[in-house]
Nanobody
Framework: VQLQASGGGLVRPGGSLRLSCAAS????????VGWFRQAPGKGREGISC?????????YYADSVTGRFTISRDNAKNTVYLQMTNLKTDDTAVYFC?????????????????????WGKGTLVTVSS
């Protein structure tokens, strides 16, 4: 069971990037998948999640709502995070993760980071 996040890079404020989370060893469409990030000197933040139950309910942290969109491509066994209107505060290492559960674990309004399977992160740097 492996996850791999990719698609990070250097982008100017206001720009866009699309991150990919690819899986090997299991089907991502069977499980909820979350995106997390960790900025330099800060704790890990859960920013988005898509469930595998029903219509694929989604979760977004307030910090990214309206700017980031999570989606799946089941044929490619991949989950994407489309990021638009990027800000310098979005600079972080981004990770995807799953607990192989069908629902996103949102506790107290925040996405739980108690995931068992984590991919290596991809660095997003937003700078002019």
């Amino acid at each position: 069971v492996q996850l791999q996040a990719s698609g990070g890079g250097l982008v100017r404020p206001g720009g866009s990037l699309r991150l990919s989370c690819a899986a090997s060893g299991f089907r991502l469409d069977h499980y909820a998948v979350g995106w997390f990030r960790q900025a330099p000197g800060k704790g890990r933040e859960g920013i988005s999640c898509v469930s595998s139950f029903g219509g694929g309910e989604t979760y977004y942290a307030d910090s990214v709502t309206g700017r980031f969109t999570i989606s799946r491509d089941n044929a490619k066994n991949t989950v994407y995070l489309q990021m638009t209107n990027l800000k310098t505060d979005d600079t972080a290492v981004y990770f995807c993760a799953t607990d192989r559960a069908t629902l996103c674990a949102v506790v107290g309004g925040s996405l739980s980071d108690g995931m068992r399977y984590w991919g290596k992160g991809t660095l997003v740097t937003v700078s002019s």
